[in-house]
């Protein structure tokens, strides 16, 4: 369904809903799978994105979401040198991803420490995206909901001891997607929630034993 | 929202209401968001466009390859048959809007960045030159964001489906119904003022030079509006469009589904691939990608 409001916004750092607005959200997920400031990302930039996204900025916007600026933050202009002020190193490629993809799309592989996260990400029009594939695992998640994403081994009762955790602190799932590499293999989950998850909820969810890389991410659409 | 605009003149002249009105009661009634968080939201996309016009018009910014700047600057003297009338102003505004959008500045997408001068142009030029309230802007950003949302769902708004006249094409219609309930049309009145500017942007293709959101999207911004005022002008005179207005949106939308790929946002024809395109194009993406690894 069409809101007036998908028509008459968003408001936004010009110059291309796709290749500004939407590449900036990318960033700004990818910033939320690390949870805390990003030391180092590696930008891949796919199709349109690599052929024509420095003069659309889409640049400069993935990096201001890296550093937690949204589609209507003026910062994006001065990202770069903003990123090379907080000592967050950046390195672009040009690439040509394998298998299907939107026109504009990137891969982001961003470090804190020894962490790390590898988030493929399609602008798919009107400043909307889709991320297709987090650390190998494909997912369709489009930002526009509090995310839960986590790893889990393939065991019985997962899914029960997260939403259970999810109720009993009234956080309500929107939608749920579970997918594995491989039968027996590790599952990513993704929880769309209403409203971002209680903390208390995250702390029961994190003392799950089958669980790894549990990350809440805010709303960022 | 509605996914027929003559459906929704007939809805809203026999609730004799607006459809700026109608839009809003819909929305609220769709129950996705209240009343208020629509006209909060509504209300800062005006505040936004009309910092974008200010930002423009001083004529100081650059785009980010420096193709396009310091036009809108050059209609605060205009010097032909109409100036200092509505008509010149909604043409510096537009230019302003689209002027900031390449620099990096913050607009409202209305309904994309590439098409963001055309409704800010329009409204606000024609609110320069009468008594308009803000709940009366509102409304008429309600309007807008009803033909949009029609627009949507029948044809496009993307330059890469449709070309240029799904952005700014589209883009014009929204702001010839605005424009209209601004200024007191009714709902029929309205849908006509859509139909009579959109049948002139049908065809219009997408060929912005190097695939930047520059030449000739900032210009096509300000014809746009001409084209609005166009619209405006003849239907609240009485003219009506012998097509249905939803006939003349599914146009487009049949014509965006058969143009070329060459004329679609790819920069491989019309303006973008002109020697003069190429050559401007070449030169400026150069230098784009020098400042990007002196910083990057």
New interface residues.
């Given amino acids: ?17 796709s290749h ?2 939407g590449a900036c959200r990318i960033g700004l997920f990818a910033r939320g799978l690390l949870e805390g400031e990003p030391e180092s990302a590696r930008i891949e930039l796919h199709g ?1 994105f690599a ?2 996204g ?4 889409t ?2 916007a993935i990096v201001g979401g890296l550093l937690g600026f949204f589609p ?1 933050d ?1 910062r ?2 001065e990202s ?2 903003l990123a ?1 002020r907080a000592g967050l190193e ?1 390195v ?1 490629a040009n690439t040509r991803l394998r298998g299907e993809h939107h026109p504009n799309t990137t891969r982001i592989t961003v470090r804190r420490g020894r962490q790390e996260a590898v988030v493929t990400g399609s602008s798919i ?3 909307r995206i889709l991320i297709t594939n987090i650390d190998g695992f494909a997912v369709e998640v489009t930002g526009a909901f509090p995310t839960l994403v986590f790893v889990a081994q393939d065991v019985p009762g997962i899914i029960a001891a997260v939403s259970t955790a999810l109720a009993q602190q009234g956080d309500n799932i929107a939608t749920m997607k579970v997918s594995r590499r491989q039968k027996g293999g590790d599952a990513i989950h993704i929880y769309e929630l209403d409203q971002p998850a209680s903390a208390r909820a995250m702390e029961v969810i994190r003392a799950i034993p089958a669980l790894s890389m549990i990350r809440s991410i805010p709303r960022i659409a | ?1 509605f996914d027929s605009l003559t459906e929704a003149v007939e809805r809203a002249e026999s609730q004799e209401i607006s459809l700026g009105e109608l ?2 009661r819909t ?1 609220a009634e ?1 129950g ?2 209240t009343r208020e968080t ?1 006209e909060a ?2 209300t ?2 005006l505040e ?1 466009m009309r910092q974008a016009v200010k930002r423009g018009l001083p004529g100081d910014l650059r ?3 420096g193709l396009v700047g310091g036009d809108a600057a050059r209609l605060a003297h205009p010097a032909g048959p109409l100036a200092g009338t509505v008509f010149t102003d909604v043409l510096a505004s537009a230019l302003a809007v689209q002027e ?15 098409g ?1 001068g055309v ?1 800010p142009g329009v409204l606000l030029g024609i609110a320069k030159h009468r008594q308009v309230s803000d709940a009366q802007m509102v409304a008429a ?2 309007t ?3 033909v ?2 029609v627009v ?2 029948r044809a496009s ?2 330059g ?1 489906e449709g070309g240029c006249q799904a952005e700014t094409g589209a883009a014009a219609g ?1 702001a010839a119904a605005a424009g209209v309930e601004l200024l007191g049309g009714t709902p029929t009145e309205a849908a006509h003022a859509v139909a009579l500017t959109m049948q002139g942007t049908l065809g219009l293709v997408c060929d912005p030079l ?5 030449v000739p999207c900032v210009y096509r911004n300000a014809t746009g509006g001409a084209m609005a005022l166009a619209g405006i002008e003849m239907a609240l005179a009485g003219v009506r469009f012998p097509i249905p207005v939803d006939e003349v949106i599914d146009t487009m939308g049949e014509i965006g589904r058969t143009m070329d790929v060459r004329y679609r946002e790819t ?1 491989g024809g019309g303006l973008a691939a002109t020697p003069t395109g190429r050559k401007l194009a070449k030169e ?2 150069v230098q ?2 020098g400042k ?1 690894n002196e ?2």
């Fill in positions: 369904m069409v809101s007036i409001l998908d028509i008459i916004g968003p408001v936004m750092v010009g110059p291309s809903s500004t607005a349109s052929r024509t420095t003069g659309h900025g640049d400069r209507d003026e994006l202009r770069l040198e090379a950046v672009f029009g009107a400043g | 929202m839009a809003l929305e769709q996705l968001r629509i939201a509504l800062r996309a936004v785009s980010v390859s900031v959008n390449a620099a990096m500045g913050v607009i409202v997408a209305a309904p994309t960045a590439g963001a409704l950003l309600a807008a964001g009803l949009g949302a949507a769902v708004l993307s890469a929204m190097g695939g930047l959101v520059e920069a400026r993406l784009i990608k990007r910083t990057g």
